[in-house]
């Protein structure tokens, strides 16, 4: 059994800051890339950003200069700092990460979501 477990959602004034984080733990041999999306309400959820195992990153357009996702091997832990927050952020934020099991089966998984609130 895989867990993604998400951690640092919560209120933010506009402009502000907040850094998301997402363990990995389970039966898991090698992830390839992690990654965050959002889902706004009444919207489809998007794809925020992106990196794999050598560190490589992609972004939405409509984060790209304000957020940064990294994450650390080691700990099979992702992050995402979120700066110059806008209202337009809001959404409930997930981690997702593709892996191999010891069984060498490529996997999917997802975490439960964190809720991000960017308001005055």
């Known amino acids: 059994q895989v867990q993604l477990v998400e951690s640092g959602g919560g209120l933010v004034p506009p402009g502000g800051s907040l850094r998301l984080s997402c363990a990995v733990s389970g039966n898991i041999f090698s992830i390839y890339h992690m990654a965050w999306y959002r889902q706004a309400p009444g919207k489809q959820r998007e794809q925020v950003a992106i990196i794999n195992s050598g560190g490589d990153t992609n972004y939405a357009d409509s984060v790209k200069g304000r957020f940064t996702i990294s994450r650390d091997n080691a700990k099979n832990t992702v992050f995402l700092q979120m700066n110059s927050l806008k209202p337009e952020d809001t959404a409930v934020y997930y981690c997702?990460?593709?892996?191999?099991?010891?069984?060498?089966?490529?996997?999917?998984?997802w975490g439960q979501g964190t809720q991000v609130t960017v308001s005055s």
């Open positions: 997702n990460a593709e892996y191999e099991s010891f069984l060498k089966r490529r996997i999917v998984a």
